[in-house]
């Protein structure tokens, strides 16, 4: 077995990196769509035509940082110097998005919406792709890649619990009763702590290994080995599926506690049992040394599919316990499939290298593609659905309405699970580890 490479603080700042990341990601994917409706003022619809927009722009930007990745000739690396050279602005469209200008007519407000939302795509797409493409040039050692995909992928997932639970509070706090000052304060907030963060990675990562003489080439070489590259394929389908699942799941959620249980206060509480995403996280590490990461993840599909059957009769129910359950148990199922994404990209990124092209920025940007793509489709899914059921921000809503919800929440879910077990079966791991022997 090769020796370990990484120091414990290399490895806690690479960790804390999607710590940074998801500070404000978890901000847009949970609560943009109701801060867009009914704190910033546009329509459903506007919503809905700006995520569109702004996800198939991320699609195109994925593949463009990708590039840029596998061509950036610098003293520090490939990936590490875009965590440097684009942390500030990340943050700085972070906030701008959840400024609302109401100086400006409707109009006005919607083109801010657009430019806002749009940079941020783009900037997160820079500080983000880099933490999946600098992983298996850190270390040979696929042991050592799996615990850094696990301590990646532990802060990350204790950060999204921390938005999702403290958010709401956090607005309350700042807002004082205005949700306009609420939400600009708590995004400054977190964006102050996401700038600190991503520059600690670019300060203590390195990149160990990197092949000069199949390091940048040409991009018609790279799009055969792509084609080849079958387990890509495969894993970045279920990217794909999974951020579509969550982006239905999440961005529902509080409409589900504020119109169909009449209680916004508990979306917190509901929030918090997403906690156990760490058992599924810390788990990996045990459980694929005698599984394999392929039925590891295909256990943590299984885990969440049970999990969405009980949140499925606890929200047409409306019975709490029985609603809180299946977000514990779902959830330790999601830490087990979003845990091993970043680790099984970098196996197939090494076998990418079996074939003589080493493209680690190309072949990670199916991670933010699948987010990308996922989301966008999520979102307008969900704010389609708002609209043509005839939602009226803060109002009691129609019985269209109330089903659009309960649909996205828990049916729609509970399908894309089993399509992601059933694209998965088609993961050759086994290929993976004979090409690189």
Known sequence: MNKWETSLTERISYGLSDAADNLVFQMMTTYLLFFYTDVFGLTANEVAILFVVARAADVFES????????????????????????????????????????????????????????????????????????LPTMTNNEQETTLLGVIRQFFGSSVQIIVAVFTIPLVGLFGKGDQQKGFLGTIILFGII?????????????????????NHQPF?????????NKPWIVISIVIFLYW?????????????????????????????????????????????????????????????FIGQIIITIGAYSEALPTLFTGIFINSVGGGFIIG??????????????????????????????????????????????????GYVSNKTQTAATIS???????????????IMFFILLGYNEEKIKNALK
Do not use: C
């Open 404 to 418: 659009a919800i309960d649909l996205n929440y828990a049916l729609i879910p509970l399908v894309l699970y089993a």
């Open 63 to 134: 593949f463009i940082i990708g590039v840029m990745i596998d061509n950036t000739h610098s003293k520090w690396g490939k990936s590490r110097p875009f965590f440097l050279w684009y942390s500030f602005p990340y943050v700085i469209f972070a906030v701008l998005t959840f400024v609302t200008p109401n100086f400006l007519p409707h109009s006005g407000k919607l083109i801010w919406a657009y430019v806002t939302y749009l940079g941020l795509g783009f900037f997160y797409t820079a500080v983000n792709l880099p933490i999946t493409s600098i």
């Open 194 to 214: 996401s700038l600190v963060l991503i520059l600690n990675t670019f300060f203590h990562v390195r990149e160990r290994h990197t092949n000069n003489e199949i």
């Open 340 to 389: 091993l994404v970043s680790i099984m990209i970098a196996d197939t990124i090494r076998y990418g290298t079996s074939m003589g092209i080493q493209a680690e920025g190309i072949l990670a940007s199916t991670d933010d593609f699948g987010v990308n793509l996922g989301l966008g489709i999520g979102g307008l899914i969900t704010a389609e659905s708002l609209e043509v059921s």
């Open 220 to 228: 018609s070489e790279v799009w055969t080995m792509l084609k080849q």
């Open 244 to 304: 579509l699942t969550t982006a239905i799941k999440n961005q529902t959620t509080i409409y589900y506690f504020k119109y169909v249980l009449h209680n916004e206060n508990l979306v917190s509480l509901a929030n918090s049992f997403t906690l156990t995403a760490l058992i599924g996280v810390v788990a990996i590490y045990f459980v694929s040394s005698k599984l394999g990461k392929k039925h590891t993840m295909l256990l943590g599909i299984i885990t969440a």
